[in-house]
C-alpha cells in the first residue's frame, strides 16, 4: 500500500468519526477482514483476543513484534480503513509507548487504541496521571511523524474489576484534554452509562463495545455513540460452530454440524478476488 493510499484511507476514517454512527466489526485474520469488507463495512478493528486465539494463544499474551506483523496482514488485506487494537502499548512508559505507536502506524492501519489497564489484578488501572501521560505522548509523538492516525483512548474500569463511572468519565474527559480523537470504555451495559459517557466527552466522538444482545445500532445511534465495535465477540462466534462440530467428531463420531455450514460458493462470493500484492 502507497503512502498516498494509506493518507486517503486516513483520511476516509477520520470523516467517519465526523458525523453519524457506524459499525466497526472486528477481524481476527486476513480471511475474516476480506469477508466483513465484502458485507459493506466500511472500516475495521483488530482484536487482541480474536487474534491471539487464531495464533494458538491467549488474550494479551502476544509480542509487540507479532502483533505489528499481524497489523501490517490484516491492513493489506482490505481496501477500508482498520483501527489497531494496540493494548497498553507494550509498554508502561510514556516514551516506550510513544515509540511503539509510531511503529504501529507504519503497518498501514488509519487508526490504534491505547488502554489504561495495566495487568496488574492488585491495581488493574495505571494510576490517573501516568494514563493522561501515556495518551498525551502517543499523541504527540504521532503529530510529529505527521501521521494523521485517528487515536483512541480506552479506559477499562468496567472490564478490569473497577466499575465507577464517575472516575471512568474523569479519565476519558483527561485523555481527551490529552490529544484523544475518540473515547471509548468496553463494558458500559446501560442506556444510562452509555448517554453519561457520551453527553461528558462531547463534542469527541464515542465508541461502544457490543459483545451481547443488549442493545441495537438504532439505540447506540439514538445515543449519540460515533462507533460500535464487537471486540473478540465475532471470533469467538466462530470459535463457537469450529467447536461443536470438533466435539460432535471426537466425541460421537458423526457430522450433523457439518451440513449446516457456508457453503464455498458463498464464501468466495463474499471474499471476491484477492488484492493485488
Known sequence: MSDRETGELRTRFHALHASGCFMIPNPWDAGSARLLEGLGFKALATTSSGFAFGAGGVDGGMSLEATLAHLREIA???TVPVNADFREGFAIEPNQ?????????????????VEDSSGDP?????DRELAV?????AR???DR???????????????????????????LQAYASA????????????????????????PKPVNVLVSAPFTTVEELRGLGVRRISVGGALARAAWTGFLAAARELADRGT?????SAVSFADLNAVAGPPLPR
Open 179 to 202: 490529544g484523544a480523537d475518540c473515547l471509548f470504555a468496553p463494558g458500559l451495559r446501560t442506556r444510562e452509562q452509555i448517554s453519561a459517557i457520551v453527553d461528558a466527552v462531547a
Open 140 to 142: 504527540e509523538a504521532l
Open 145 to 171: 511523524a505527521r501521521t494523521n492516525i485517528v487515536l483512541t483512548a480506552r479506559s477499562e474500569g468496567f472490564i478490569a474489576g473497577r466499575p465507577d463511572l464517575e472516575e471512568t468519565i474523569r479519565r
Open 255 to 259: 457430522f450433523a454440524a457439518l451440513g
Open 76 to 78: 493489506s488485506s482490505v
Open 133 to 137: 501521560e501515556r495518551i498525551r505522548a
Open 97 to 113: 509507548v510513544a515509540q511503539n505507536v509510531v511503529r504501529a502506524a507504519e503497518t498501514g492501519i488509519a487508526g490504534l487504541s
Open 122 to 126: 492488585a491495581a488493574p488501572l495505571f
